[in-house]
């Protein structure tokens, strides 16, 4: 199925029997990829399950719910060393 038939035939559709306001199917992707990373799903899987080549593509375009776990990071040792 081609991307324009994919979004006439499934995802428009599926948007309007849910009464959602129109978005695309990939920020749907994006959604899903930030709150993966920033609950805690490692990197590498999250990489995976979206097809990246390498994980470094990942990392590159997702640096911002990375971001969140530096902090969560420092916490956890300090607490280790406190």
Known sequence: ??????RTRVWNRLLNRLE???R???NCRHTFASLA???GVPITVVSKQ???ANVTTT???YAHALAT????AVEKITAMFG
Do not use: E, P, T, V
């Open 50 to 52: 979206l097809g990246h």
């Open 69 to 72: 776990h530096q902090s969560a």
């Open 20 to 22: 959602f306001d129109h």
């Open 37 to 39: 990373i920033g609950g």
């Open 24 to 26: 695309g199917f990939h």
């Open 59 to 61: 990392m590159n375009i």
């Open 1 to 6: 199925m081609s991307r324009g038939n994919f």
